[in-house]
């Protein structure tokens, strides 16, 4: 365990620790963090002041060790503690939505909130000017398709719009010292609820319907069929 005045880093589960509410398949953990980037990025000061960002955040598995990749804008609250103190929590959180108890077998218990958060921990190390521009390459062609020929792909930028922005700017790694997630999906539910809650879900589209996805994704796992 790390502790910088006021601020933890601990490998102690912190989360919702229901053994329901994890996924069994370490992959799909993975997966998500992929198609999830968009990250909330916290950390504080040596002083124990708490600062945060949202960015979006590149997963690289280097022989099955994991670290998260991104930059963030120099001369920042959290670029000057992230210097000060390399204590990180990445957050990475997917569709969500309220449940009502009343879609329950048994409405008479408290309704909640289902959803899906992934936390990673470690420590932030920031980047040379060479290695900022190769991840400027890879960052760009990932969130471009793929599409060499995009006018903003990294190569494919003015120089004089890159020596004006690349200096304003800091790539960091982080590898992974510890990842918790808590998929809750209603998997702790009755098949009548669990399939009245989908159904609920489904019909409000947006995030009702992509937590409504993640649920019919499971629903055979859950509740196998008689016999099978």
Known sequence: MIVSAGCWLTNQVTMYSFPYYKEKDHRKVIDFIHNN?????????SEGQ??????????????????????????????????????????????????????????????????????????????????????????TLKFEGGNTHSPTYYDNLPDDFIRKMMPGIMGF???????DHVFKLSQNRDEESYRNIMARLETQGGNGAGVAKEMKNRLLELFPPVGS
């Not at 990180?88 to 909640?112: C, E, K, M, Q, R």
């Open 37 to 45: 980037p968009f990250a909330f990025i916290s950390g504080c000061t």
């Open 50 to 139: 708490q600062v945060a960002t949202q960015i979006p955040v590149l997963l690289d598995d280097r022989d099955g060790e994991l670290f998260l990749q991104g930059h963030i804008m120099r001369n920042t609250d959290h670029h000057k503690a992230f210097t000060e103190n390399p204590n990180t929590l990445i957050v990475f959180s997917g569709p969500h939505a309220y449940v009502s108890a009343s879609w329950y077998s048994d409405p008479h218990i408290g309704s909640t909130w289902n959803y899906m958060s992934v936390h990673v921990r470690g420590q932030m190390q920031f980047m040379t000017d060479d290695q900022l521009v190769q991840f400027m390459r890879k960052f």
């Open 173 to 179: 790694e982080m590898r992974a010292e510890h990842i």
